[in-house]
């Protein structure tokens, strides 16, 4: 696979999003990780995770535990493999979300992170979402203490403006490797933030990238123009989306959600992809 870069160092340009294998819905754990392997049989080297992606109260980390089992059975090489996590979102079992942005609360759960995943450093750590409660600046201020205490190799930010974005990089000294923002066909108002980090040379990573395109019967024609120019290529229409996404910019990394092996492949398949000027231009157009 085409390899994008965090950083200081290279993933492939398709992830794995975790969530959906811990949330409400979640299929059994085998299945799961039955995913992961695929993924990493398929090349994937950045997997995207979060202390906040579980369903009971009693089940923090449960996609962090699940993740970091999956890769340690691995039978092969995992060395090069980014586990990004996330810490400031808190599920209280009722299947709302809830916010924790203060510096200690996200230090107490960086520390609980690190354990569940079994490392001395998290690969990237992501602020989750900005908490109203809090200045935006001492909750990313926990992260750069993170980063210098060599806690976390790398910092990311989640829900980010593009304010925030720059406000988080001073903060961090120029050292933000990564912004996670909702981007997809049905859900394109972070425009702005991706091509802020096109400028800075920030990885933009899309969360649920096939938004619109796993639901595209739902919402209708709209999207009829993917699955047109995934006929043409004899390709599914999510390919077609996660391309489109990827020829967005060279930092965009998408983070498909998986729980099945073949939805992985045929995601990660998408990195090769090759889409002509015209056909972006169709697909912008949707
Ligand atoms: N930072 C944040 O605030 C935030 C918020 C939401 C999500 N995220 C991250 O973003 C990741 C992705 O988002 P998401 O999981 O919500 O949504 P998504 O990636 O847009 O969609 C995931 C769904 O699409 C299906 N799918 C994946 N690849 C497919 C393919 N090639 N063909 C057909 N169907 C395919 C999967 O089905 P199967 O389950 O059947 O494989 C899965 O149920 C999450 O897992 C999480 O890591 C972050």
């Not at 200081?8 to 299945?31: F, N």
């Amino acid at each position: 696979m085409q390899t994008r870069a965090i950083g200081d160092v290279r993933v492939g340009a398709i992830g794995l999003g975790g969530m959906p294998m811990s949330i409400e819905g979640r299929p059994d754990e085998a299945r799961s990780i039955s995913a992961v392997h695929a993924a990493l049989d398929a090349g994937v080297t950045l997997i995207d995770t979060a202390d906040a992606y579980h369903r009971d109260a009693n089940e923090v980390g449960h996609n962090e535990s699940l993740i970091a089992r999956a890769v340690a059975e691995y039978g092969g090489d995992t060395s090069d493999v980014l586990i990004a996590t996330k810490g400031g979102h808190l599920r209280p079992g009722d299947g709302s979300w809830t916010l924790n942005g203060s510096p200690e609360y996200l230090k107490k759960a960086c520390d609980a992170s690190l354990k569940r995943l079994g490392v001395e450093a998290i690969g990237l750590y992501q602020f989750h979402r900005p908490d109203p409660k809090v200045p935006y600046g001492e909750s990313v201020g926990a992260i750069r203490d993170l980063l210098d205490a060599g806690k976390i190799r790398f910092a990311g930010i989640s829900n980010a403006d593009p304010d925030r974005i720059r406000q988080a990089n001073e903060i961090l000294g120029g050292r933000l490797v990564s912004v996670q923002n909702q981007f997809s066909p049905a859900f394109r108002s972070s425009e702005p933030e991706l091509e802020l980090c096109a400028e800075l040379g920030i990885a933009f990573l899309p969360w649920s990238p096939l938004g619109g395109i796993s639901k595209a019967g739902e919402l209708g024609s709209r999207f009829a123009v993917f699955a047109d120019v995934a006929g043409e290529h004899g390709v599914s229409p999510q390919q077609v989306s996660l391309a489109w996404t990827l020829a967005k910019a060279p930092v965009v990394i998408p983070i498909p959600g998986s729980t099945r092996p073949e939805t992985i492949r045929d995601s990660v398949a998408a990195a090769e992809l090759k889409l002509s000027a015209e056909e972006l231009t169709r697909l912008d157009a949707a």
